[in-house]
C-alpha cells in the first residue's frame, strides 16, 4: 500500500475482505493495522477523512476503507481516522465492542442521550448474531471499570438500557445455568439494576432452582442502596415472594447449602429481608431461631419475634432484643419496635414484672435525651400507647426527669 491512490487501496481492500473469514483473529489484526497507518498517512494531506472522495455515508466509508477489518479495531482507533464514526450513521457498521465503546466515550455524550440509546440497542438486537448482547456487555463492563464508572446518573438512560436487555435476554432465560445468572445480575447489569421495574421482574422465570435465585438475589442486593424504597418494596413483592410461593417439588424453601438460620436469611433475602414479616420467615423456615438472626431483623420484625417467642417471660432474651434495638438509631428503633407491639391490641401480652422493669428503663434510657424535642403529639404517643404496657414499671427518678420543665398540657397528657 505504500504511495498508492486512494483507488488502488480501495481494491485491495475489496480483495481481502472476501478472504477476511478464512484469516486466524490474529491475522486479521496485523491486516487492520496496515489499513490504518495507510489511511493515516492520507489523512494527513487532506482536510477531512482519508479517501473520502465520491462516499456519501459512514457507512460507505468504513466498508470501502476498512471493510470487515474495521470489526478488528478499537472504536477510539476508528473515531481518529473519521471522526463522523461518533455519530449514528455507522452503527450497523459498528462490531458489539466499539458499540460498547461509543456509548461510554464521554465525547459521545451517549449515557445522557435517550435517543442514540435505544438506537445502539436496535442495532444490537436487529443483528442476526444473537452474541451481540453479550458481546457488548463483555465490553462494557470491562470499560466501565477502565473508567471507574460506578453509577449511570441518567435514571431514563439506565431504565432504558435494562429494559431492552431484559427484553432480549427473556427467551433465553428459561435455560439459564446458576453461572449465566450470576454473569448477568451480579456483573453485566450491575449498573443498570436500580432501575429494575415490575415489568423486568416478572420477565424472570420463578421456577429457577434456589442457587440461580440466589445468584440473582445477589445482584439485587449489592445495589440495595441505590434503589428507592418503592423499587426494594417491587423486589421483594414481586419476585422474592412469588418464588417462595411457587409450586415448586424440592427444596421449597430453599434451605439447602445453608449452614444456619443467619446464613438462610442472608443468602436468600439479602437486606430485603426487611421488606418480611417473622411470621412469613417462619413459615418458610420452621427452624428459624430468631435470636440466632437477630441482627438481620427489622424492629418491626423484632416486635413480632418478641411477641411469639416467649421472651416478654425471659430476661435474657429481653436483654439481647435491647442490646440490638440500642445499635445504630436506637430511638427510631425503638419507636418502630414499640409500635409494632401496640399496633393489634389483640395480640398484646402482658410482660413478666421483671421483664416489664427491664423494658421500661433500658426504654428509658434511649428515650431520656430526646424528651426535651417532644412536642404535644409525641408526649400522647409515646405516654398513652407506645409506653403504656410498660408504665408500671416507670419510677419516681424516671417521672422527675420526664416532667421536668413541661407544660401543663403535656404534663397531663402523661398523667
Known amino acids: 500500500t505504500s504511495g498508492i491512490s486512494c483507488t488502488g487501496y480501495q481494491s485491495i481492500v475489496i480483495g481481502l475482505d472476501e478472504v477476511y473469514p478464512e484469516m486466524t483473529s490474529e491475522k486479521q489484526m496485523e491486516i487492520s493495522k496496515v489499513l490504518v497507518q495507510y489511511l493515516r498517512n492520507s489523512s494527513v494531506a487532506s482536510s477531512g477523512p482519508?479517501?473520502?472522495?465520491?462516499?456519501?455515508?459512514?457507512?460507505?466509508?468504513?466498508?470501502?476503507?476498512?471493510?470487515?477489518?474495521?470489526?478488528?479495531?478499537?472504536?477510539?482507533?476508528?473515531i481518529l481516522l473519521n471522526n463522523n464514526l461518533g455519530g449514528v450513521g455507522a452503527l450497523d457498521s459498528l462490531s458489539p465492542e466499539q458499540k460498547a465503546d461509543l456509548i461510554?466515550?464521554?465525547?459521545?455524550?451517549?449515557?445522557?442521550?435517550?435517543?442514540?440509546i435505544l438506537l445502539v440497542f436496535d442495532s444490537l438486537q436487529g443483528s442476526a448474531d444473537n452474541g451481540q448482547l453479550d458481546v457488548f456487555f463483555e465490553t462494557f463492563v470491562a470499560v466501565t471499570k477502565q473508567q471507574n464508572i460506578t453509577i449511570i446518573k441518567n435514571s431514563a438512560v439506565r431504565e432504558i438500557m435494562l429494559n431492552r436487555t431484559l427484553e432480549a435476554l427473556a427467551p433465553r432465560l428459561s435455560s439459564f445455568k446458576t453461572e449465566d445468572f450470576a454473569v448477568w445480575f451480579q456483573?453485566?447489569?450491575?449498573?443498570?439494576?436500580?432501575?429494575?421495574?415490575?415489568?423486568?421482574?416478572?420477565?424472570?422465570?420463578?421456577n429457577i432452582s434456589c442457587d440461580s435465585y440466589r445468584a440473582v438475589i445477589k445482584g439485587f442486593d449489592s445495589v440495595f442502596s441505590d434503589m428507592d424504597s418503592e423499587t426494594q418494596q417491587w423486589v421483594y413483592s414481586l419476585f422474592i415472594r412469588p418464588f417462595f410461593s411457587s409450586n415448586r417439588t424440592t427444596d421449597s424453601s430453599c434451605l439447602s447449602n445453608t449452614i444456619s438460620t443467619q446464613d438462610w436469611l442472608y443468602e436468600n433475602f439479602g437486606q430485603f429481608s426487611a421488606f418480611a414479616s417473622f411470621e412469613d420467615l417462619v413459615k418458610l423456615n420452621h427452624n428459624m431461631s430468631g435470636f440466632e438472626s437477630l441482627s438481620l431483623l427489622t424492629p418491626a420484625q423484632t416486635a413480632e419475634l418478641t411477641l411469639s417467642s416467649g421472651?416478654?417471660?425471659?430476661?435474657?432474651?429481653i436483654n439481647a432484643i435491647f442490646d440490638q434495638l440500642e445499635k445504630n438509631q436506637s430511638f427510631e428503633n425503638l419507636d418502630a419496635f414499640l409500635t409494632e407491639l401496640s399496633r393489634d391490641p389483640e395480640r398484646v401480652v402482658t410482660p413478666s414484672p421483671a421483664v416489664r422493669d427491664i423494658m421500661m428503663q433500658r426504654a428509658f434510657d434511649i428515650i431520656g435525651p430526646m424528651l426535651a424535642d417532644f412536642g404535644p403529639q409525641e408526649w400522647k404517643e409515646w405516654f398513652q400507647v407506645k409506653l403504656s404496657p410498660l408504665l408500671p414499671s416507670i419510677n419516681g427518678s424516671m417521672l422527675a426527669m420526664t416532667t421536668s420543665g413541661i407544660s401543663c398540657t403535656d404534663y397531663q397528657s402523661i398523667v
Do not use: H
Open 187 to 206: 456483573i453485566n447489569l450491575f449498573l443498570l439494576l436500580p432501575s429494575i421495574q415490575p415489568a423486568n421482574l416478572a420477565v424472570i422465570p420463578n
Open 104 to 116: 461510554l466515550d464521554p465525547n459521545s455524550n451517549a449515557l445522557e442521550n435517550e435517543t442514540l
Open 50 to 78: 482519508a479517501c473520502n472522495q465520491n462516499i456519501s455515508t459512514t457507512t460507505e466509508w468504513l466498508t470501502v476503507n476498512l471493510g470487515r477489518f474495521s470489526m478488528s479495531l478499537n472504536y477510539s482507533d476508528l
Open 311 to 317: 421472651a416478654l417471660n425471659n430476661t435474657d432474651e
